[in-house]
């Protein structure tokens, strides 16, 4: 495959930007090489700038569950764009979004839209805070709920990637208020609680990881921070930025059987669009301002094109539940290329591979892969027109826009990967 147009693109995004990118995963510096420069997307394929075509398994880190281009998505967006593109004003399309939320995720009474996963987390954090007048919060080494100040703490995802032990620019004030244990530990974190359980205001993580590579939460680890958290009168919060209606229709916690205090949401529910959401039990939400003193606001949020997109996303979603069996099929097809010696976590249309022989079942099993083996398999099969994921702590996502045809090329490509990594 050429490069030669992204190369020269990427050199000069480098001139302007930090790392040439706008996130830092998109850098490819945890698999090595230049980022090819995409042009477009269409259904389950992206073409970059040198018209290489992919099977794209990245999907926007998440958001394209229904692939590039859905056209309910742009149809959606097209009416909306008629009437104007922000009002900073309230329309009845936020209410309905707000409702259909609630509606598919039963543990939402009360919601609020915001921008990103990160001001999704951020806010969360900062009404647990309030509500219950503590300071401390708790996570789990290897979960990345964005890049909050006080939760870049043995953080997971592009942290990971670029091995970076935590953020400089995080002041100690911030980062002392977050205590961390290893996810599936809930000894460690019943430990914790005994020690630290009256200051904790709560507890985030990802129902199910994805930015330590996919990990599963063992039978029982999230009842005991549910069990925990309502004995301390602590907070759960889910972070389902990944997860929301990405794992079924009421995200992880309804597979699990788990009802949070909390849960923030994010790309799915804005279908490619930027939009994302805190919500949960109405006493608790109800002290977001201007209802109550915590104060929270954004000039774009509940954007109204962004707000189409996810209404178009959850409406489909609604409507056709049998998206997530066919995922869930699709992908269990593709662990099955996984060659003996390697691991393969996956759940519904998420997945990784992991370069180790050891169960993968938190940050440190999780970074006993070899990076170096998953970089050269990375590259075949991106040579190969299959895109993945650019790091060992990713999970890769399968869209309903995937067909047989690319299941069975990434199949053979896949195969013959894993002989040449
Ligand atoms: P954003 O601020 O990037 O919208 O969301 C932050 C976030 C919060 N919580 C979870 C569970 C997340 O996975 C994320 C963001 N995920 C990464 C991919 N692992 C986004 C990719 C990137 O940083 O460019």
Redesign the pocket.
């Known amino acids: 495959m050429k490069h030669l147009k992204s190369q020269a693109l990427f050199e000069r995004a480098q001139l302007s930007i930090p790392g040439g990118v706008n996130?830092p995963?998109?850098a490819f510096r945890g698999v090595g090489g230049t980022p090819p420069f995409i042009v477009r997307g269409q259904g389950s394929r992206i073409y970059d700038a040198d018209g290489n075509e992919y099977i794209d398994y990245v999907g926007s880190?998440g958001p394209l569950l229904l692939g590039h281009r859905f056209p309910p998505v742009l149809e959606a967006l097209n009416e909306a764009l008629q009437r104007g593109t922000s009002f900073g004003a309230p329309t009845e399309e936020e209410i309905e979004l707000a409702e259909l939320i609630r509606e598919l995720a039963p543990s939402i009474e009360m919601v609020r839209l915001v921008n990103?996963?990160?001001e999704a987390?951020m806010s969360a954090l900062r009404v647990a805070r309030g509500f219950t007048g503590r300071d401390i919060t708790l996570k789990f080494e290897g979960c990345?709920?964005?890049h909050v100040d006080s939760l870049l703490v043995k953080a997971g995802?592009?942290v990971m990637t670029l091995g970076l032990p935590d953020s400089p620019g995080v002041p100690r004030g911030f980062s002392d208020t977050t205590i961390t244990a290893p996810f599936n530990d809930a000894d460690r974190v019943a430990s914790i609680f005994s020690q630290k359980g009256d200051s904790i205001a709560a507890v985030i993580v990802?129902p199910v990881c994805?930015?330590m590579g996919c990990v599963l939460p063992e039978p029982g680890f999230l009842e005991a921070l549910r069990d925990i958290t309502v004995r301390y009168g602590a907070l759960l919060i889910l972070?389902e930025?990944?997860t929301g209606f990405r794992l079924a229709l009421g995200g992880a916690q309804g597979i699990f059987g788990i009802k949070p205090d909390l849960t923030t949401f994010?790309k799915v529910i804005g279908g490619g669009l930027p939009i994302?959401a805190y919500g949960g039990r109405k006493d608790i939400m109800t002290y977001v301002a201007p209802s109550g003193p915590i104060y929270q606001a954004g000039t774009l949020s509940g954007n109204p094109l962004a707000v189409a997109g996810g209404l178009a996303m959850l409406k489909y979603l609604k409507d056709h539940p049998e998206v997530f069996d066919k995922l869930d099929g699709f992908t269990a097809r593709l662990a099955e290329v996984t060659p003996p010696g390697l691991v393969c976590n996956r759940i519904g249309s998420m997945l990784t591979w992991f370069f180790t022989g050891e169960p993968v079942r938190d940050f440190d099993s999780a970074q006993r892969s070899n990076r170096q083996r998953f970089g050269r398999f990375f590259h075949f099969m991106l040579d190969h027109g299959v895109y993945l994921p650019p790091s060992q702590f990713?999970s890769l996502f399968v869209s309903a826009a995937h067909t047989e045809d690319d299941l069975n090329r990434t199949i053979k490509v896949a195969q013959e990967a894993f002989q040449f990594a």
């Open positions: 996130s995963v998109r880190w990103s996963g990160t987390t990345y709920h964005g995802s592009g990802e994805g930015n972070d930025v990944m994010g994302a990713e």
